[in-house]
């Protein structure tokens, strides 16, 4: 399995300069990372959204460090050598690379998973698949357990302490007796990490950095 590129923060958009006449060009790209708010460059800001653009082929694990080279120099907009830039980028916590079945304690002790769409729910149809969507239009259909770390893992530490928490509630409920799936906190965020950049690409989530 390739590793992964996934973008960290959410977006604030583009802030202008207080000048007459208005500057079209924005003086820097602002994205909130944490407690603080980092500025980017048009080339970085370039780079980071084009890590966002395919859901697609985020649902396929296909966007990794070189695809996203070849994504931004087939658009033609960008730095006309983004290698150093995504460097940068992952440097600052900006970007984060996961193999989906490697090991995931390290980078997932460094994210958290904050939901940002609407939960709508499973159907009478489909009762195991949740979904997750904007304006009641469904984007994402998931399991339970991807469900539950997209709604409250937040809430924890880190998403690596979410798996941990995830486990350990695992067991309480089947020593109390419930026919629930005994399992692992590697395990868990190993069924997160095949879905997560298509939650970050969809819109339906954001990672931010743990600090």
Known sequence: MPTVIVPVGLNLGPSYRYVTPPDPNPEFWEVRLGNDSEELTDDEFQVWGRAFLDPERHARLEITRETLQRDL????????????VIDQLLDRGLLIEFDPN??????????KLHPLAEGMGNT????????????GQAHVKVNSTIYGMWAYSSSIGSLWDACIDFEAGSKEQRAAGEAIAETT?????????????????SGCAFLDQVR
Request: charge should be negative; aromatic fraction near 2%; proline fraction near 14%.
């Open 73 to 84: 120099l087939a658009a033609g907009a960008g730095p006309t050598n983004p290698g150093p």
């Open 185 to 201: 906190a590697a395990e868990v965020a190993g069924e997160t990490a095949g879905i997560l950049p298509m939650l970050i690409a």
């Open 124 to 135: 009478p149809e489909e009762p195991d698949r949740r979904h997750i969507g904007h304006n």
């Open 102 to 111: 490697g090991e995931l304690e390290k980078p997932f002790r460094r994210i």
